[in-house]
């Protein structure tokens, strides 16, 4: 798709130096812009790039004024770095307006659907399900019985959803991301042969939850797992079954929450941690990267290590251990005096 200068000033509420007619249909860097290209310039270190670049467009402060001849039309605004935000939101709204039912696809006869659904080539949608208003399914996506979708919401290529889940809306769900797959429940017989526990609960996930590609939350054994709305997912999280996370609660790749844990409000929890199954973690809690959690977190707390411990009693810790070698060369010294 292409915009011209004068459009995007439009959207941007700003002012055209240069040629209103200029076109661009991509995105750059400013100091990789190209022709057909619209860049920005906030930062003033990148100023000299503004002289060189090829884009066709920059959008720059309403400050700026050049010291030198240029190429690129202009675009003054308020806020560069906020515009340019601005300009990528539309263009990826702009993008992502797709509408119809692609074939091959199957859908149950007895599905409900609202306005504007995007159904992508070879997607499956069972029994009972309903989907609300201007929702998105991209091709190769599995939607299974009884699953309601909420308005405006959207679910990328090779997306998973189980039978039962309930998604809101406003909802993000990355590609490869599986929602409602059967908790890890086994229960060992005398001679130690593991039998499947059924799991008949579902997934529940609130409005505005964003979900990063290829990871996964199982549903309930019985009852459900809930991801409380405005939560934020990376890339390859586990969330096991019956496991609680509140609202706004950010989490990075590659953490593992174990069943049953309730997780609180507003917390953050950095990448590459584990946490164990049926503890309470509180609201405003900050987890560090790479931390094991063993036990419940009180409100506020912020934690590190493995086991994890508060972070100010870790960073001492830490200071020790780097100096351990030093401290037991220091001991065995005393221990030969001592001897003499």
């Known amino acids: 798709m292409k915009f011209t200068a004068e459009q995007i000033a439009g959207i941007?509420?700003?002012?055209?130096?240069?040629?209103?007619?200029?076109?661009v249909y991509k995105l750059a860097k400013i100091e990789e812009g190209i022709e057909?290209?619209?860049?920005?310039?906030?930062?003033?270190?990148?100023?000299?790039?503004?002289?060189?670049?090829?884009?066709?467009?920059?959008?720059?402060?309403?400050?700026?004024?050049?010291?030198n001849e240029f190429t690129t039309t202009l675009i003054k605004v308020d806020d560069a770095y906020k515009s340019f935000s601005t300009l990528l939101e539309y263009y990826n709204q702009v993008k992502l307006m797709k509408s119809g039912i692609e074939q091959p696809s199957f859908v149950s006869d007895n599905v409900i659907y609202g306005?504007?659904?995007?159904?992508?080539?070879?997607?499956?949608?069972?029994?009972?399900?309903?989907?609300?208003?201007?929702?998105?399914?991209?091709?190769?996506?599995?939607?299974?019985?009884?699953?309601?979708?909420?308005?405006?919401?959207?679910?990328?290529?090779?997306?998973?959803?189980?039978?039962?889940?309930?998604?809101?809306?406003?909802?993000?769900?990355?590609?490869?991301?599986?929602?409602?797959?059967?908790?890890?429940?086994?229960a060992p017989d005398e001679n130690g042969v593991y039998s499947k526990i059924p799991q008949i609960g579902n997934v529940i996930i609130e409005d505005n939850v964003d979900i990063g590609s290829c990871t996964t939350i199982d549903r309930a054994t019985m009852g459900s797992t809930v991801i409380k709305k405005g939560v934020k997912l990376d890339n390859q999280i586990q969330i096991a079954h019956n496991v609680v996370i509140g609202e706004n609660t950010v989490?990075?790749?590659?953490?593992?929450?174990?069943?049953?844990?309730?997780?609180?409000?507003?917390?953050?929890?950095?990448g590459q941690?584990?946490?164990?199954?049926?503890?309470?973690?509180?609201n405003g809690v900050r987890i560090q990267a790479q931390s094991g959690v063993g036990k419940s977190i009180p409100d506020g707390d912020i934690i590190q290590g493995s086991p994890s411990m508060h972070y100010n009693?870790?960073?001492k810790s830490y200071v020790h251990f780097r100096n351990l070698p030093k401290i037991v060369h220091e001991l065995e010294e005393l221990k030969k005096v001592s001897k003499d």
Do not use: W
Not at 12 to 23: F, Q, S, T, Y
Not at 45 to 67: D, G, L
Not at 251 to 270: H, L, P, W
């Open 115 to 186: 306005d504007n659904l995007y159904l992508g080539a070879f997607c499956y949608v069972g029994k009972n399900v309903t989907i609300g208003n201007n929702v998105k399914i991209y091709p190769n996506t599995f939607v299974g019985d009884n699953v309601t979708i909420g308005d405006n919401t959207i679910l990328f290529a090779g997306v998973r959803v189980y039978s039962e889940t309930v998604i809101g809306s406003g909802c993000t769900i990355h590609s490869g991301a599986i929602v409602g797959s059967d908790g890890f429940g086994f």
């Open 313 to 315: 009693d870790f960073s």
């Open 12 to 23: 941007l509420d700003g002012e055209i130096v240069g040629n209103p007619n200029a076109e």
């Open 273 to 282: 941690v584990g946490i164990v199954g049926h503890i309470t973690i509180g």
């Open 36 to 67: 057909g290209a619209v860049t920005f310039m906030a930062n003033p270190k990148y100023q000299p790039y503004i002289y060189t670049t090829q884009a066709s467009i920059t959008i720059v402060n309403r400050t700026f004024e050049p010291e």
């Open 251 to 270: 989490i990075a790749s590659q953490t593992g929450v174990a069943g049953s844990t309730k997780i609180g409000n507003n917390c953050i929890i950095g």
